[in-house]
């Protein structure tokens, strides 16, 4: 019998059809203009992406995660599309594919956790925040919504989608592999210097204010800002460190621990001080929740070895830059946020529900220029929190991380596989990391993070319930026995 492609096209149709559509689409592009075959091409490569993200929701959830790595570097390249609009896309393909397999194999006790109802009453409390009475814009909610409740949305598609601890692996590979390229570009700016299209978008004289300190550039890699960039070499290094304290082989060890290294000296490269100091608390915790003599032993050194680059001479800006992030009452930017944060209590505490969502920063600005809130920079997640929201706001926000870690902590202690309860451990750190974070800097907004949060959320429920399931598939096969 003749052998055919997907049993329907034999190989010479094939041939047929691909030379036919070869020679109509030349013949168009003669006589209508290349537009025209460039929009050809597109559909044809466009529906068949659009079909394996949904039906092949592994392939789609990778292509999501990398995309949040680079959509904020294609922006800045000078790409006339909004490439945020694509991640919004990309969300809403993905969804549709978890509705779909909900109805294939309905698998909603899945969701049956703490951490989903914080989720779902946190983005309940921002949908009604467009009936907030104090709201100056109602179009600002609208921009705003999108990086506050809908990118929470991600959580149920990497809870639904992620079945396996192989494709665990493979999505924290992939993770690990992109932090460490955006490492590498970040050392490229240090050493080489900004690609000209870099220098076009950052050399404004309000960027230059921010990014140019002791006559000395910042550091953002690939991303939108030095804080995002820091944020992400943080959580990546403990990862790896978590990792390296898992069963793996030596050489894997040595990779994970030049590639902590790499990532470390990246983030100095960026000038942020509020991502110093995250590192030390994740392992402070982490001797806590593993505490043995190995552990005691690693954080001993670690201390000594931060208080070593904490209190040693140099002239090196960055070194300088770090140091001062543990001297705060000697740094000017310091002490007027803690004035601006001192200035806007009283506002706080007279309007328990806030604002309204986008009433600081850039939407405030936009659709509000004239509002008291509008030239309030809130240099703080929980402080734009309790501005947005109100300190109503900003007790479920806080709850709602407590949740996280509680759960997490939980479930590290209940489960009983030893590589599942290292992924577990690793989340743990990196969200108590990015809730210190999110006091001096804003933490959760910024792309890549701003996915990658609830996908480390998601895996602190996923790895229980692999581990459940793994429990019962063992018991299961003792009785059988």
């Known amino acids: 019998m003749r052998k055919t492609i997907g049993n329907f096209v034999s190989p010479s149709l094939l041939f047929i059809i691909l030379v036919v559509f070869t020679v109509v689409l030349g013949l168009l ?185 002791g006559g000395h550039w910042r550091k953002f890699s690939i991303f939108a800002e030095p804080v995002s960039f820091s944020y992400n070499m943080v959580i990546s290094s403990i990862l790896c460190i978590v990792l390296i304290m898992g069963k793996l082989k030596f050489y894997k060890k040595i990779l994970l621990s030049i590639c902590v290294s790499i990532l470390l000296l990246a983030m100095i490269f960026s000038g942020t001080r509020g991502a110093y100091p995250l590192l030390p608390a994740a392992l402070f915790l982490l001797a806590i929740l593993k505490f043995n003599r190995r552990i005691l032993v690693f954080f001993t050194f670690a201390v000594l070895l931060f208080i070593g680059l904490v209190f040693m001479p140099t002239s090196n800006q960055n070194i300088v830059r770090f140091q001062s992030a543990f001297r705060p009452s000697d740094d000017p930017s310091f002490n007027l946020r803690k004035a601006n ?69 939980e479930n590290y202690y209940s489960i009983k596989d030893p590589e599942l309860k290292n992924y577990c451990l690793a989340m743990v750190l990196i969200t108590f990391a990015l809730a210190i974070g999110n006091y001096p800097q804003e933490a959760l907004v910024q792309f890549p993070i701003s996915i990658f949060f609830y996908l480390i959320i998601s895996l602190i429920r996923i790895t229980s319930i692999l581990d459940q399931n793994s429990t019962v598939g063992n018991q299961n096969n003792l009785k059988n026995d």
């Open 29 to 213: 592009t003669w006589t209508v203009g290349i537009n025209f075959s460039i929009a050809i091409l597109a559909t044809t490569v466009l529906i068949p992406l659009i079909a394996a993200i949904i039906f092949y929701p592994e392939f789609g959830v990778i292509i999501f995660l990398v995309g949040a790595y680079f959509v904020m570097l294609i922006s800045r390249i000078g790409v006339n599309f909004p490439v945020g609009t694509l991640m919004d896309g990309l969300e809403l393909l993905l969804l549709v594919g978890v509705l779909i397999a909900q109805k294939k194999e309905p698998r909603w006790v899945d969701f049956k956790s703490p951490i989903t109802v914080g989720i779902l009453v946190w983005i309940s409390y921002n949908i009604l925040q467009v009936a907030n009475p104090n709201a100056e814009s109602r179009l600002a909610w609208i921009y705003t919504i999108r990086s506050t409740a809908l990118f929470m949305l991600t959580y149920f598609i990497f809870v639904t989608q992620i079945r396996s601890v192989e494709y665990i692996r493979t999505i924290l590979k992939i993770w690990i592999a992109l932090s460490f390229l955006a490492a590498i570009y970040a050392i490229k700016q240090e050493y080489v210097g900004f690609f000209d299209f870099e220098m076009r978008s950052i050399d404004t004289p309000e960027l230059r204010t921010l990014l140019f300190i």
């Open 341 to 409: 944060q001192k200035r806007i209590q009283p506002y706080i505490q007279t309007h328990p529900f806030g604002g309204g969502l986008g009433s600081t920063g850039t939407w405030g600005e936009r659709f509000s220029p004239n509002s008291y809130l509008a030239q309030f920079p809130p240099d703080s997640g929980f402080v734009r929190v309790a501005v947005e929201l109100g300190y109503v706001g900003l007790f479920i926000f806080c709850t709602f991380l407590f949740i996280i870690l509680k759960t997490g902590i």
